[in-house]
């Protein structure tokens, strides 16, 4: 439980600061303060634009290692409906081979062949074993990588998301509860009462028949939990109800959950297809950019979030664009001038001006942002 007093000396302390999102987002970072504790963050894009890639290192990875390095309580919650424990493990080695060891390429063996090339990129399924050469073997891993590959699964991936048995059973837990089965919002929401009744104590009045929770006293007010949903689209349907209404009930939920136990949460979810109508396409010329407006199946986000994030690429051919904000981004034969380059619009905020507008390179394969000045 806090009040204003209270609330008033922890930030003199120093212990309102939030967590930055890392070097190659800071500009964006700082222009939020951090992540913090009791806000609510949307990331909307199109399918591939990034999302996902965005809130693993900028609300995930990158936070865990600065409060690792300070000694900051934190614990992620992850609702992952799309991919599974162990390809989002896969992922995030393939951001540590790059962070811990500087690996970005490989080079293949002595006559060995991708593409025609001798070198490819790092990406995951190069990791799974997945990539065959020109003559359809598969491209095996190197020693050297090998060696990088156990070192990171070891200090950084065993205790970020736990040890498992090979039947899936979690021996050790780590800093992120991963979970990729489906449930609707009531089942996410008393799943995460528990959580908070396991953490914590609720307190209650006497309304009537019922009780009514007015506060939250945590265990440990310094702790940070930070819950991704990835993605509200993929929440299972409750009681009949339309994808609407099932995703706003959501919201609603995670909203109390905010507010009473100053949980963090970050909501990943589609845009709308009306970004490529050519009437906006014209009208908008080379500003354009999605808008809470184009956010998919849910009006509530916008309203009730903190901040809403959405992200682009300007590259994409179904927008023919050459210009993007002022900047040249295609040659005159139309080839890419920043072909890693994508846009974070902050459409939507409380606690600061928007909307507001950067620059990034993004490296998707291992999910590392670049500020991108131009």
Same mark, same amino acid.
């Given at each position: $439980?806090?009040?204003? @007093? %209270? !609330?008033?000396? /922890?930030?003199?302390?120093? &212990?309102?600061?939030?967590?930055?999102? #890392? *070097?190659?987002?800071?500009?964006?970072?700082?222009?939020?303060?951090?992540?913090?504790?009791?806000?609510?963050?949307?990331?909307?894009?199109?399918?591939?634009?990034?999302?996902?890639?965005?809130?693993?290192?900028?609300?995930?990875?990158?936070?865990?290692?600065?409060?690792?390095?300070?000694?900051?309580?934190?614990?992620?919650?992850?609702?992952?409906?799309?991919?599974?424990?162990?390809?989002?493990?896969?992922?995030?080695?393939?951001?540590?081979?790059?962070?811990?060891?500087?690996?970005?390429?490989?080079?293949?063996?002595?006559?060995?062949?991708?593409?025609?090339?001798?070198?490819?990129?790092?990406?995951?399924?190069?990791?799974?074993?997945?990539?065959?050469?020109?003559?359809?073997?598969?491209?095996? $891993?190197?020693?050297? @990588? %090998? !060696?990088?590959? /156990?070192?990171?699964?070891? &200090?950084?991936?065993?205790?970020?998301? #736990? *040890?498992?048995?090979?039947?899936?059973?979690?021996?050790?837990?780590?800093?992120?509860?991963?979970?990729?089965?489906?449930?609707?919002?009531?089942?996410?929401?008393?799943?995460?009462?528990?959580?908070?009744?396991?953490?914590?104590?609720?307190?209650?009045?006497?309304?009537?028949?019922?009780?009514?929770?007015?506060?939250?006293?945590?265990?440990?007010?310094?702790?940070?939990?930070?819950?991704?949903?990835?993605?509200?689209?993929?929440?299972?349907?409750?009681?009949?109800?339309?994808?609407?209404?099932?995703?706003?009930?959501?919201?609603?939920?995670?909203?109390?959950?905010?507010?009473?136990?100053?949980?963090?949460?970050?909501?990943?979810?589609?845009?709308?297809?009306?970004?490529?109508?050519?009437?906006?396409?014209?009208?908008?010329?080379?500003?354009?950019?999605?808008?809470?407006?184009?956010?998919?199946?849910?009006?509530?986000?916008? *309203?009730?979030?903190?901040?809403?994030?959405?992200?682009?690429?300007?590259?994409?051919?179904?927008?023919?664009?050459?210009?993007?904000?002022?900047?040249?981004?295609?040659?005159?034969?139309?080839?890419?001038?920043?072909?890693?380059?994508?846009?974070?619009?902050?459409?939507?905020?409380?606690?600061?001006?928007?909307?507001?507008?950067?620059?990034?390179?993004?490296?998707?394969?291992?999910?590392?942002?670049?500020?991108?000045?131009?």
């Amino acid at each position: $439980m806090s009040n204003f @007093i %209270l !609330e008033f000396k /922890k930030g003199q302390a120093g &212990k309102n600061k939030g967590l930055p999102m #890392g *070097e190659g987002l800071s500009h964006i970072s700082s222009s939020i303060n951090g992540v913090q504790r009791a806000r609510m963050y949307g990331v909307a894009a199109a399918p591939k634009a990034g999302k996902s890639t965005f809130v693993d290192h900028g609300f995930v990875i990158m936070p865990i290692l600065y409060a690792m390095e300070n000694n900051i309580p934190i614990e992620i919650i992850y609702f992952s409906f799309e991919i599974d424990r162990v390809e989002k493990e896969f992922d995030f080695a393939t951001f540590f081979l790059f962070y811990d060891y500087g690996i970005t390429h490989i080079e293949l063996e002595d006559g060995q062949l991708f593409g025609g090339k001798n070198i490819i990129p790092l990406v995951p399924n190069y990791l799974r074993g997945r990539l065959q050469d020109d003559e359809h073997k598969t491209i095996l $891993m190197k020693p050297k @990588i %090998l !060696e990088a590959l /156990k070192q990171v699964y070891e &200090k950084r991936i065993i205790p970020l998301f #736990g *040890e498992y048995s090979e039947k899936g059973i979690c021996i050790t837990p780590g800093v992120i509860t991963f979970i990729d089965e489906k449930n609707n919002p009531t089942g996410l929401y008393k799943y995460l009462l528990h959580h908070a009744e396991q953490n914590g104590k609720f307190n209650k009045i006497q309304m009537g028949n019922s009780k009514r929770i007015v506060g939250y006293e945590p265990k440990n007010p310094d702790k940070f939990t930070i819950v991704i949903t990835d993605h509200l689209r993929k929440l299972m349907n409750e009681r009949g109800w339309q994808r609407k209404q099932t995703v706003d009930k959501y919201i609603e939920y995670t909203v109390d959950i905010r507010n009473w136990c100053k949980y963090t949460f970050v909501h990943i979810i589609h845009l709308n297809r009306n970004m490529t109508q050519m009437d906006r396409l014209k009208s908008f010329s080379d500003l354009l950019y999605p808008n809470s407006d184009d956010i998919k199946d849910t009006g509530n986000l916008a *309203e009730d979030a903190d901040y809403v994030f959405t992200l682009f690429n300007p590259n994409d051919e179904r927008y023919n664009l050459s210009k993007h904000f002022g900047k040249v981004i295609k040659d005159s034969d139309g080839n890419e001038l920043y072909p890693d380059m994508r846009t974070v619009h902050l459409v939507e905020a409380r606690h600061c001006e928007f909307p507001k507008h950067w620059r990034v390179n993004m490296k998707g394969t291992y999910k590392n942002f670049e500020k991108l000045e131009i």
